[in-house]
Nanobody, 113 residues
């Protein structure tokens, strides 16, 4: 069983930056960040493979960057130029080398206008 622990959420003003982190208790094959705004479905924000290939939701391209540190079993989400519409609970998701999926408990990001 792999545990995921997210950190880095908070309340910021529009235009500010935040960096989210998610640390795993074991090895991870691929990572992703999702977000869920109040009353909406959970959507993919960004993902990164074991080889470092990334993909992003159109709404965050050019503003958010996902990266990983394999030695630390950690993934990051650098969020720049934050907008009020980025307000959501951000969830870390990970797939183990054995193909099992795990979710973090989420961290709240609130962007005020």
């Amino acid at each position: 069983q792999v545990q995921l622990v997210e950190s880095g959420g908070g309340l910021v003003q529009a235009g500010a930056s935040l960096r989210l982190s998610c640390a795993a208790s074991g090895s991870i094959f691929s990572w992703a960040w999702y977000r869920q705004a109040p009353g909406k479905q959970r959507d993919l924000v960004a993902a990164i493979t074991i080889g470092g290939r990334t993909n992003y939701a159109d709404s965050v391209k050019g503003r958010f960057t996902i990266s990983r540190d394999n030695a630390k079993n950690t993934v990051y989400l650098q969020m720049n130029s934050l907008r009020p519409e980025d307000t959501a609970v951000y969830y870390c998701a990970a797939t183990s080398p054995g193909g099992i999926n795990y979710w973090g408990k989420g961290t709240l990001v609130t962007v005020s206008s």
